[in-house]
């Protein structure tokens, strides 16, 4: 069916690294999407969303590349810290659609 | 300027009650979503109001309903809970309908024993 999946469930790095977050899509009417980070115990955090007219965007430390050929979505963050630890959703929306739609997951875990 | 505030933010519920919870989307945004949060589930759309008017739903049993208020406070109440109905439940605001630029609350966690 149409999902938004995750590749990689977890992802470590050590803290300074460079961090990739990979996010597959099947609807390739989907036009919108959004990276969220959720803490524990916390509402997912919004950081950052491209629209399809884009191939990549960027904010502060965080870069997200939109490949519309293969349908993938990738989240960057440069110079990892540890309080970038957390679990990481991609989310897509298509038009007509009133609703984000989710994927699992990827928990990156970040050692000092 | 606010964020979306979630209430109450535990609740610990026994089968069969019912549960009403709140929440009150950032000043000026007209569209709140909810959604139920499970390990196994992920994020799973519930509802979307916008303009006090339900847009969409998602595959939840009728159990499940919502509202919105003028002032574009929402709320979703469950009845007979089950086990099951044990979650994170999430609200989201919008400035618009369409899902875009959507901002989480902290939650509701549910326990339903």
Known sequence: ?112 | KAGVTQTPRYLIKTRGQQVTLSCSPISGHRSVSWYQQTPGQGLQFLFEYFSETQRNKGNFPGRFSGRQFSNSRSEMNVSTLELGDSALYLCASSLETGGTEAFFGQGTRLTVV
């Open chain 1, 1 to 112: 069916g149409e999902s938004v999946g995750l590749h990689l469930p977890t992802l470590s790095v050590q803290e300074g690294d460079n961090s990739i977050i990979n996010c597959a899509y099947s609807n390739s009417a989907s036009d919108y999407f959004i990276w969220y980070k959720q803490e524990s115990g916390k509402g997912p955090q919004f950081i950052i969303d491209i629209r399809s007219n884009m191939d990549k965007r960027q904010g502060q430390r965080v870069t997200v590349l939109l490949n519309k050929t293969v349908k993938h979505l990738s989240l960057q963050i440069a110079a990892t810290q540890p309080g970038d630890s957390a679990v990481y959703f991609c989310a897509e929306n298509r038009p007509g659609y009133s609703t984000l739609t989710f994927g699992k997951g990827t928990m990156l875990l970040v050692s000092p």
